[in-house]
């Protein structure tokens, strides 16, 4: 059965630091694998995906992902937060083959620091 | 604006009681799927629909049920309520491999 980890569940940081959020997947062939984030309120909006190809992958807001198959991981990335990026960060892994349900990691938390 | 539309947007409602929460997908997307993000759970896979058909079924209880209609939007009926099922209640669409979501249904059973 296909899970996933995000160790972190509650992340500070600075306006304008890097960020990198964790995510450890399993899955016995190729995950699908996404980055979801949800807003206080709001419904999940998907940053970016990783389905084959290039293994760092480029999304939504500035936000990039790399998929590293030997560590199982696709840990998502930002070069410099912005206040407006405190949110809760989900990674979610898919199933080949034909569209399927996605199971959710339990979420990191992101606080920034102004 | 994900293009994935549901109502209501909240429904406070009593232990035992019945409710329909409806979502219509994104024009196009054939598959609807169903999550429920609550604090002990987190976010669970429920139901998925294609085109009408019951397609894969997640941790869903059996007082919990869901249709996908002819114009493709879909209803999650939930019966005999109980404390523990207050959550925010997803749908979601897909005509890949790619969900997008709805702003979900908060549900509170009092």
């Known amino acids: 059965a296909q899970s996933v980890t995000q160790p972190d569940i509650h992340i500070t940081v600075s306006e304008g630091a890097s960020l990198e959020l964790r995510c450890n997947y399993s899955y016995g062939a190729t995950p699908y694998l996404f980055w979801y984030v949800q807003s206080p309120g709001q419904g999940l909006q998907l940053l970016l995906k990783y389905f084959s190809g290039d293994t760092l992958v480029q999304g939504i807001k500035g936000f990039e992902a790399e998929f590293k198959r030997s560590q199982s991981s696709f840990n998502l990335r930002k070069p410099s937060v912005h206040w407006s990026d405190a949110a809760e960060y989900f990674c979610a892994v898919g199933a080949e083959g034909t569209a399927s349900k996605l199971t959710f990691g339990t979420g990191t938390r992101l606080q920034v620091t102004l | 604006d994900s293009g994935v539309t549901q109502t209501p947007k909240h429904l406070i409602t009593a232990t035992g009681q019945r409710v329909t929460l409806r979502c219509s997908p994104r024009?196009?997307?054939?598959?609807v799927y169903w999550y429920q993000q609550s604090l002990d759970q987190g976010l669970q896979f429920l139901i998925q629909y294609y085109n009408g058909e019951e397609r894969a079924k997640g941790n869903i209880l059996e007082r919990f049920s869901a249709q996908q209609f002819p114009d493709l939007h879909s209803e999650l009926n939930l019966s005999s309520l109980e404390l523990g099922d207050s959550a925010l209640y997803f749908c979601?669409?897909?005509?890949?491999?790619?969900?997008?979501f709805g702003p979900g249904t908060r549900l509170t059973v009092l």
């Open positions: 979601a669409s897909s005509v890949g491999h790619e969900q997008f």
């Open positions: 024009s196009g997307d054939l598959s």
